[in-house]
């Protein structure tokens, strides 16, 4: 098993910024993935922000040059940083984890734009 702990969530007002964080923890092998999901109410959860195991990212237009997505491969770490926040950003955002065939998620943490 793994858990993920996120944290770095709170309110915002519009134009701010904010740095989540979601350690790994637990039976951890290979990643493959690590990344950042965000469901809004009354909408589908949807991906973020995505690392992969060599690097490279994806990215959702919505966020493309706003939000930079990193790790810290010694802390297992996936870091999220969030610029120049809209109130569309507001959502409950959820790391995620997959290696080989699992999948993990964690808790999520919530994140409000508003002035």
């Known amino acids: 098993q793994v858990q993920l702990v996120e944290s770095g969530g709170g309110l915002v007002q519009p134009g701010g910024s904010l740095r989540l964080s979601c350690a790994a923890s637990?039976?951890?092998?290979?990643?493959?993935?690590m990344g950042w999901y965000r469901q809004a109410p009354g909408k589908q959860r949807e991906l973020v922000a995505i690392?992969?195991?060599?690097?490279?990212?994806n990215y959702a237009d919505s966020v493309k040059g706003r939000f930079t997505i990193s790790r810290d491969n010694a802390k297992n770490t996936v870091y999220l940083q969030m610029n120049s926040l809209k109130p569309e950003d507001t959502a409950v955002y959820y790391c995620?984890?997959?290696?080989?065939?699992?999948?993990?998620w964690g808790q999520g943490t919530q994140v409000t734009v508003s002035s």
């Open positions: 995620r984890l997959t290696q080989s065939t699992e999948t993990y």
């Open positions: 637990g039976s951890i092998l290979r990643i493959n993935a």
């Open positions: 690392m992969f195991s060599r690097g490279s990212t």
